[in-house]
């Protein structure tokens, strides 16, 4: 299977919180990255975790990591249109590199 | 500092011509990455330099596809000759140590 598997989409209604998941293999993983992609555009680096931490909070966005099954998550709260957005989940440091290894990404869609 | 940039934005080319991608990253960031994304396969890695040197370029499809960064502020991506099934968007990113990448805005590659 993949390194890092993510669900492919997810949809929400505005104002709703979402949630997108991520699972890794690499327990060694030492950093955790969700990158957020607009049409047309880079992925952009929205956060980043460090494996001993459990959470991260900034505004409206809330990162946990459960270290020991190798789950990460991001919360999104009051999703606005705005967010709609391909969203990349990455693990670092796994077999020693520094080279991110990428999920597939979740489309997020948001609709009033 | 106006990020990494990538020229041209997008780019269409009959089969057999040569293309060439070009990349400036960030001002004093030391690792370099280009990437290629398409709806089959994903993001993939194709190359990346360190201080200006190769240090894999394991993802590159085939001998097609050659990487230059003759010096830290410029880095090109040829394909020669190119083919439809090259057609994707590439994207060129930079870091400082390996952690956490800026992305360019990418080009739009059709093979026609």
């Known amino acids: 299977g993949e390194d890092v598997e993510q669900s492919l989409f997810l949809s929400v209604r505005e104002g709703d919180s979402s949630v997108i998941n991520c699972t890794y293999t690499?327990?060694?993983?030492?950093?955790l990255y969700w990158y957020k992609q607009e049409p047309g555009a880079g992925l952009q680096l929205l956060t980043y975790?460090?494996?001993?931490?459990d959470m991260k909070q900034d505004q409206r966005l809330t990162v946990l990591l459960n270290k020991k099954d190798k789950h990460l998550s991001l919360r999104i709260a009051d999703t606005q249109t705005g967010d709609s957005a391909i969203y990349f989940c990455a693990e670092s440091m796994g077999k020693g590199s520094y080279i991110p290894t990428f999920g597939r990404g979740t489309s997020l869609i948001v609709h009033p | 500092d106006a990020g990494v940039i990538q020229s041209p934005r997008h780019e269409v080319t009959e089969m057999g011509q040569e293309v060439t991608l070009r990349c400036k990253p960030i001002?004093?960031?030391?690792?370099l990455f280009w990437y290629r994304q398409t709806m089959m396969r994903g993001l993939e890695l194709l190359i990346y330099?360190?201080?200006?040197?190769?240090?894999?370029d394991s993802g590159m499809p085939e001998d097609r596809f050659s990487a230059k960064m003759p010096n830290a502020s410029f880095s090109t991506l040829k394909i020669q000759p190119s083919e439809p099934r090259d057609s994707a968007v590439y994207f060129c990113?930079?870091?400082?140590?390996?952690?956490?990448?800026?992305f360019g805005s990418g080009t739009r590659l059709t093979v026609v």
């Open positions: 975790i460090f494996s001993n931490m």
């Open positions: 990113a930079s870091s400082l140590g390996g952690v956490g990448y800026t």
């Open positions: 330099f360190n201080n200006n040197v190769p240090i894999d």
């Open positions: 690499d327990s060694s993983s030492t950093y």
């Open positions: 001002s004093g960031h030391d690792y």
